[in-house]
């Protein structure tokens, strides 16, 4: 794979670093196969609302941590230690429910803030909404048809001339 030299874009921008950053971190991603655990879907729910689901089979409650920090929501898995005395005392023919630690990190859109989780079936569920505050969403402006004066708009009449004395001026 292609690895890209970032290092220009930080020279000539300001105010760019957290897209920088996103961009050396997906870049990184791609490299390390290690950071595919656990898997997960990100689903967009309705026009504001979007879920994070993580397959997290073997943990509890105790076992996870969700925190949200510089828009970036980071879950985290370690199991208890009561689960490697239970081990001991197990041979595995072939092992494939992972019980390794884990750290995930999300970033997220500015807005966009975590209202909940939920561990249901094997599945962590991580709820965000975008919520857009009043001072920036579009808003409607009235038009109105009065003059800069406030008085209504006043209509000037002319003379009748004759249709003789108008066809004769236009020639």
Do not use: C, W
């Not at 290690?34 to 509890?60: H, K, L």
């Not at 009043?134 to 003059?147: G, V």
């Not at 708009?153 to 003379?159: R, S």
């Amino acid at each position: 794979m292609r690895t890209l030299d970032l290092s220009p874009l930080f020279r000539s921008t300001v105010g760019f670093d957290r897209m920088t950053s996103l961009l050396e971190t997906a870049s990184r991603m791609d490299a390390n196969a290690a950071n595919s655990y656990p898997p997960y879907n990100i689903e967009r729910q309705s026009e504001d609302e979007y879920r994070i689901s993580m397959a997290v089979a073997g943990f509890t409650l105790a076992d996870l941590e969700i925190k949200v920090q510089d828009q970036a929501v980071t879950v985290r898995g370690r199991q208890a230690d009561s689960a490697s005395a239970d081990d001991e005392n197990t041979t595995y023919l072939h092992r494939g429910i992972a019980t390794r630690a884990f750290e995930r990190r999300f970033h997220l859109a500015d807005h966009i803030r975590v209202s909940g989780a939920k561990l249901e079936h094997g599945l962590l569920h991580v709820e965000l909404v975008r919520e857009v505050p009043e001072a920036l969403r579009p808003r409607m402006i009235e038009i109105s048809a009065t003059s800069v004066t406030g008085d209504s708009a006043k209509v000037i009449e002319g003379e009748k001339t004759s249709d003789a004395k108008v066809a004769t001026k236009a020639a």
